[in-house]
């Protein structure tokens, strides 16, 4: 079965065909800077690599582009677009109306356009994604898959805010969590390979956006974002937690307006409000070279992760391991390696000379005597996606 995963985003579509269930990827892509003059087209697949930059005005310009790609007699991997028959979709925010992967109706659709409001930076694009994708391939089956998914067994005691109830239960604030894909994906793998003493699982996705989740027997009952993507971990350009009184001091006494406060606490702080820098690499970089900054917002960007495993362990009553995941956490044995440090009251001893190693699947770098295993597993969201669209549908 070929499956074509979409994640849509405001100005991009990000794109894989697989064939499963052998899980094999036939190719994989990105358009870039959709609706402005010079977007950009990635594609790859075994044999070739193309970029192409095009004027595209909108997704559905872009979603043709890539079938075009699909479909060409030279480089193509399709003869017509009806060998796609499911179109798996990521969708952020599904609310608490979905636990699940689900086959998309336009009740669904009416759901993740209500749920904008909560994830108004990638719903709509999502939901556009979708609705471009039933017209250029009428006859695939859609397929949802929200990123809060994994997070719908929280249990009330971790989800609720400590405000008036009304606004939990007739307004939906609450912790929804995020990245559930690669959560559930790297947990899931880590469950496997530890089997059968892996029953308490802290995953640590740290990419662009950061979260941890605490997983107790495969299901997810804590998760540092929130109600949006801004709680918890200190990431790329959002601050993580903060004191909500910063905010009406910022609006009463510093004369910010709430959107400026929004794109302060959302864009301007994080590891770049603190060193200038969003990219860890170049973050690594001048710490080595002593800037003292930088050397900081390391050390806090640590201790915050620190701080959510000794939590965690304690919500869990136990540990069993800890996974890092995506670009920072595959990556950086520096940020590795300041996190495990001093957590021997834990049970958690860095091997590390293991840690520097680089290869491609799942690594353990933990030593023999470490009672909590470290593990490095690269997260796949586009074939948790995938898996999850094929399980649906057969
Ligand atoms: P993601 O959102 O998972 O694609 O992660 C992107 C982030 O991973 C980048 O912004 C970098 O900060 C970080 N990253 C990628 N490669 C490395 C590396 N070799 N060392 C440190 N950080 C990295």
Known sequence: MK??????????????????????????????????QFATINYKTGKT????THNI???KQGLRKVVDLLLDKENGVIAKTDE??????????????????????????????????LAPLHNPGNL?????????????????IFDTAFHQTIPEKAKKYAIPNALYE??????????????????????????????KIITIHLGNGCSMTAVKDGKSIDHTLGFTPSNGLIMGSRSGDIDHAIIFHLVNNLNYTLDEVKTLLTNKSGMLGLTGHMDLRDIQAEAEKGDKDCILALTMNAYRIKKYIGSYA????????????????????????????DMDFFGIIL?????????????????ASSKVKVLVIPTNEELEIAKQAFELLS
Do not use: W
């Open 57 to 59: 005005e909108n997704h």
């Open 128 to 144: 556009e994604g979708i609705l471009v994708a039933e017209e250029i391939f009428p006859s695939a089956k859609q397929v949802a």
């Open 49 to 52: 690599t193309i970029q192409h």
């Open 170 to 199: 007739e307004h939906g604030i609450q912790v929804y969590g995020f990245h559930g894909t690669s959560h559930q994906y790297v947990s899931e793998k880590a469950i496997a390979y530890l089997k059968p003493k892996a029953t």
């Open 84 to 117: 796609i028959e499911v179109v798996g979709h990521r969708v952020v925010h599904g609310g608490n109306s979905f636990s699940d992967t689900t086959l998309i109706t336009s009740e669904v659709k009416a759901k993740i356009q209500q749920y904008a409001a």
């Open 3 to 36: 499956i074509l995963i979409i994640n849509s985003g405001s100005s991009s579509i990000k794109f894989q065909l697989m064939d499963m269930p052998s899980e094999t990827l036939i190719c994989s892509g990105l358009v870039e800077r959709i609706g402005y």
């Open 351 to 367: 091997d590390e000379a293991k840690n520097e190693l680089r290869s491609e699947g799942l690594r353990e770098i933990n030593t």
């Open 314 to 341: 304690a919500a869990m009553n136990g540990l069993d391991a800890i996974i890092f995941t995506a670009g920072i956490g595959e990556n950086s044995s520096v940020i590795r390696k300041m996190v495990c440090e």
